[in-house]
Antibody
Framework: EVQVVESGGGVIQPGGSLRLSCGAS????????MSWVRQAPGKGLEWVSV???????KYADSVKGRFTISRDNSKNTVHLQMKSLRAEDTAMYYC??????????????WGQGALVTVSS | SYVLTQPPSVSVAPGETATITCGGDDIGSISVHWYQQRPGQAPVLVVYDDTDRPSGIPERFSGSNSGNTATLTISRVEAGDEADYYCQVWFTNSVQCVFGGGTKLAVL
């Protein structure tokens, strides 16, 4: 059974940094597109970032230059390094496995999420 | 950037059919995917590539997509279907992933 589990969430002051991790079982992360989606309290889903199988990275404009997605193949884990955090980054962060090909992309597996609260 | 528009809420009686729309410019030319999110839980894929269902999703869930509107239809609605539903597209050429604003389905 494919499963991803997020960790690393917590309370952080504005301007601070935090790293989220997404550990996978039942799949090899380097063979899949892995992505982060967030959901602010009471709000909808917002795509954040994706890392391709070949290692390329893409980001939403709202986090570009502040967030970095990476992959540790030896630990079968994906990370999201978040810097210069703002109050509006407060959200549940979900890790997702993306089914991706030339014409479409969708999330066929989601973790349970990691809560990030940016507050002084 | 591309915008997907969903009604904030839809209400339906048990046993009836719920229709949730997702509007977007020429959305019929893009593959649309749908997720169910129950309170306090992670999203779950219920329809992908406009009309396909993942294994384990009841046949009561179906999708269509044409013109400027994609639609998720839930037949014979049950109390357990009460949740938020999101549509999503992914523009692979520009690597832009977009979610609709979500629709809260209330089962009366």
């Amino acid at each position: 059974e494919v499963q991803v589990v997020e960790s690393g969430g917590g309370v952080i002051q504005p301007g601070g940094s935090l790293r989220l991790s997404c550990g996978a079982s039942g799949l090899t992360v380097r063979n899949h597109y892995m992505s982060w989606v967030r959901q602010a309290p009471g709000k909808g889903l917002e795509w954040v970032s994706v890392i391709y199988k070949d290692g390329r990275e893409k980001y939403a404009d709202s986090v570009k230059g502040r967030f970095t997605i990476s992959r540790d193949n030896s630990k079968n884990t994906v990370h999201l390094q978040m810097k210069s955090l703002r109050a509006e980054d407060t959200a549940m962060y979900y890790c997702g496995v993306v089914h991706y090909d030339v014409l479409l992309g969708y999330f066929d597996c989601w973790g349970q999420g990691a809560l990030v609260t940016v507050s002084s | 950037s591309y915008v997907l528009t969903q009604p904030p809420s839809v209400s339906v009686a048990p046993g009836e059919t719920a229709t949730i729309t997702c509007g977007g410019d020429d959305i019929g030319s893009i593959s649309v995917h749908w997720y169910q999110q129950r309170p306090g839980q992670a999203p779950v894929l219920v329809v992908y590539d406009d009309t396909d269902r993942p294994s384990g999703i009841p046949e009561r869930f179906s999708g269509s997509n044409s013109g400027n509107t994609a639609t998720l239809t839930i037949s014979r609605v049950e109390a357990g279907d009460e949740a938020d539903y999101y549509c999503q597209v992914w523009f692979t050429n520009s690597v832009q992933c977009v979610f609709g604003g979500g629709t809260k389905l209330a089962v009366l």
